[in-house]
């Protein structure tokens, strides 16, 4: 029994410094206590509620500094002090060695050389085919529906039984330019498959929180007019590639008097869709109290605001989002078809890492 006795006492001798270890210490080189150390409930979280309270008026001091520092530069005429930039997984991204460069003259002369070269530099009009898959629902035809109000140009066509080879084909000989492909599971759609005519590429998006242009409240409806088209974050060269295939939809001469915009927004890989109509409006200045008219009418028949004007955004519908599972060399081909990128599992290793 002594034995067992002097061993524990050994043993609890050896686990104290371990445990002291695990403490971090403050500036006056006492072991600080963290909540995490503590095992009772209630004075776990008194703890904590008491190093929240200390974090949150040192912040408020370092507020009031701030401004007193600014207030005083300003009296001054001196610079403002600089601003701290939040930390975000956006600025905090990997390094990526595939990020383009403004001065890449390896970039520009590949563009000139690309397959949506012809369309981009308006030798070629585009002309886009749009179909389902095979077993589709009401959802598919409704999505095409709205798309061809986004895309001028686009023509739909029942897929019926025809294999996809098939429908390239016929697209090629009647000089489309691009095809798209809306896929559908469990009467929702949830794929998009764009494909370059006549030699690729062929990008495989997958689909997801669909919205229809009668499901938005307030929605307006669109018009006519050939749309703006607005890309945002494609930085590297996978998106570079990517957002040339998405500008290949569009004609490249937008008429501006119908005040269209389709935005591609990327994200942390996941690309979002909007189609918005801005509005000019005038608003009535409090110093006219409503006796101005606040608008005149020219002899031509234009329309002249007056007093304060205001842009906003109506949206028009569709919205949904998109993330990019494969990029293939060519037009669809699911067995001797060659990828440029293909999205795998075991690529997310880190939240901080993107391809496009």
């Not at 009772?40 to 507020?63: M, Q």
């Not at 949830?190 to 929180?209: E, R």
Request: charged share 35%; proline share 5%.
């Amino acid at each position: 029994m002594g034995n067992k006795r002097k061993a524990r006492e050994v043993h609890s001798d050896d686990d104290e410094p371990a445990k002291t270890r695990t403490k971090t210490t403050v500036d006056g080189g006492k072991p600080q206590l963290l909540p995490s150390m503590i095992k009772n409930k209630e004075k776990r979280s008194a703890l904590y509620a008491k190093l929240k309270h200390e974090k949150k008026t040192e912040k408020r001091k370092n507020a009031k500094a701030r401004e007193a520092l600014e207030s005083r530069a300003l009296e001054l005429g001196e610079e403002l002090p600089p601003k701290k930039i939040p930390r975000t997984i956006e600025n905090t991204r990997e390094a990526d060695e595939t990020v383009c460069k403004p001065d890449d003259e390896e970039l520009f002369a590949g563009n000139d050389a690309d397959e949506f070269s012809s369309v981009l530099n308006s030798e070629r009009v585009p002309k886009v085919l749009m179909t389902t898959c095979r077993f589709n629902s009401t959802r598919g035809p409704a999505l095409i529906k709205d798309l061809l109000t986004v895309i001028p140009n686009a023509v739909y066509y029942k897929r019926g039984t025809y294999d996809l080879k098939k429908i390239v084909d016929y697209a090629n000989n009647k000089e489309f330019t691009s095809v798209i492909v809306v896929h559908t599971s469990r009467r929702e759609p949830d794929a998009l498959l764009v494909i370059g005519l006549p030699n690729g590429p062929t990008a495989h998006f997958k689909l997801s929180n669909l919205v229809l242009h009668k499901d938005l409240k307030n929605h307006g409806n669109p018009t006519g007019h050939k749309p703006e088209l607005v890309l945002n974050n494609f930085t590297t060269r996978l998106g570079h590639r990517v957002g040339r295939l998405i500008q290949s939809l569009f004609p490249q001469d937008p008429e501006f008097r119908g005040r269209r915009v389709v935005t591609f927004h990327n994200q942390r890989d996941f690309i979002f869709f909007r189609h918005h109509r801005y509005i000019f409006e005038s608003r009535e200045d409090k110093k006219t109290n409503g006796k101005e008219k606040e608008e005149e009418v020219t002899e031509d028949g234009k329309r002249i605001l007056r007093g304060k004007i205001i842009a906003r955004l109506q949206e028009c519908g569709p919205r949904f989002t998109l993330k990019l599972t494969s990029l293939q060399h060519g037009t669809f081909d699911t067995k001797g078809g060659e990828y440029e990128w293909v999205h795998k599992p075991e690529m997310d290793t880190s939240r901080r890492r993107f391809f496009l």
